[in-house]
């Protein structure tokens, strides 16, 4: 089997939801919004498909994968992640846009061989525990503007079945308040008791001293985790942190660098839970990343939602104890957001799981009609 093409099909969607000026998701007016869904084609007629890339990703992924054999997803791999360094393949293949191509090759090795993608990598679960993962704060009145609202938020959750609750709170230009987060925390867990996990992501550019007073103050709360709360470029802040918490600190999420940086951080004792997901180069760093943490003992939690992440949970032997599920906002309807399949990719199970999808390669069955009724390119 050899690859032939490899497209950026655009499509128009109603979205009810904005960015602000650093790029965090809030709800807001009803507007159009685009979507892209990456297809890769083959001689064989099998094809694989990611949503997310563009066409200047394509038109520079091109002359690499045309001709190969699609199961060759290493060679390939390789191959584009050294085009990163230079020229115009530094922004169309960055690590976001290497990961929309190589899960659209783990999802057409799925199609071709009729089984999930976690089965191909070794199936571990068939289902992963998730927490709701709400939205950051903003100032929208009963929405995530006060310590009250995100317990009130919290206890909705509780009863929709969630056994875990993760609050992003303020970020700029609503914080960074070190005394606000630790408000919204403890009105949290006053509210849904001591047996809901909690956990914290706050605004991402605190000082080592306002983390340290966040920390102990969750210590305190009894939260499972601590996430991001510094620039991720200081190691050695996080290092500093992680040396004086007994909370669990995580970390790094956004850090460039794939599984490069996690091994630095393993090795500097920066975090003592690692973290990545699909986004930052594909599945195929991603179970680089794994196995380089469950060689060391470290624990490893998945960043984000979607089929490609649900898929490694599948296959993750170390925990990887929680699917994120989100991001979460009252006003906002999280199983309307992807109208271009033909049902949610991770509806909530009683217990508070989320099944990993069955079908072939990532496990999403895509409305077709949809997407013609509405392409543009
Ligand atoms: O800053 C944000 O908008 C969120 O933190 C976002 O990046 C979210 O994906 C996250 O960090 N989840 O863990
Ligand atoms: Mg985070």
Not at 138 to 154: C, H, K, Q, R
Not at 180 to 201: I, N, S, Y
Not at 211 to 234: C, K, T
Not at 326 to 352: K, M, Q, S, V
Request: proline fraction near 6%; charge should be negative; charged fraction near 25%.
């Amino acid at each position: 089997m050899k690859i032939t093409d490899i497209e950026a099909i655009a499509f128009r969607y109603r979205s009810k939801i904005v960015q602000d000026e650093e790029g965090h998701a809030h709800p807001g007016p009803e507007h159009d919004a685009t979507e892209t869904l990456t297809k890769v084609s083959t001689d064989a007629g099998v094809e694989g498909y990611c949503f997310g890339g563009s066409q200047a990703t394509v038109e520079v992924a091109r002359p690499v994968l045309v001709g190969q054999d699609p199961f060759d997803r290493e060679s390939i791999w390789q191959r584009l992640r050294q085009y990163q360094r230079m020229g115009k393949a530094r922004t169309a293949l960055a690590d976001r846009y290497l990961g929309v191509i190589d899960q659209a090759l783990w999802d057409l090795a799925g199609r071709a061989t009729g089984l999930p993608v976690y089965k191909l990598l070794g199936g571990y679960r068939d289902k992963v525990l998730a927490y709701a993962s709400t939205m950051c704060g903003d100032d929208l009145p009963d929405g995530l503007d006060t310590p009250e609202s995100y317990a009130d938020f919290a206890q909705s959750c509780k009863e929709m079945g969630y056994t875990a609750f993760k609050l992003h709170t303020w970020m700029s230009p609503l914080g960074p308040d070190p005394k606000h987060d630790v408000a919204a925390c403890r009105a949290v867990r006053e509210r849904v008791g001591p047996d809901t996990r909690l956990m914290l992501d706050c605004h991402h550019d605190y000082s080592r001293e306002d983390a340290l007073y966040i920390g102990r103050a969750l210590e305190e709360l009894d939260y499972y985790w601590f996430e991001e709360p510094m620039n991720e470029h200081s190691i050695s802040s996080y290092v500093w942190l992680t040396e004086q918490l007994s909370i669990p600190v995580m970390g790094p999420e956004t850090a460039e660098g794939k599984m490069y940086t996690r091994a630095e951080w393993i090795l500097r004792g920066a975090s003592d839970i690692s973290r990545y997901d699909v986004w930052h180069g594909g599945i195929t760093p991603m179970m680089k990343t794994i196995h380089l943490c469950e060689s060391f003992g470290v624990r490893l939690e998945v960043h984000g939602g979607g089929p490609g992440n649900l898929q490694v949970l599948g296959a993750m032997g170390i925990p990887g104890e929680y699917y994120e599920l989100g991001l979460l906002h009252p006003f906002i309807d999280h199983y309307a957001r992807t109208p271009w399949l033909t049902e949610p990719i991770d509806p909530l199970l009683p217990g508070g799981y989320v099944r990993i999808p069955q079908r072939p390669g990532l496990g999403m069955e895509i409305d077709w009609g949809y997407i013609e009724r509405n392409r543009i390119r």
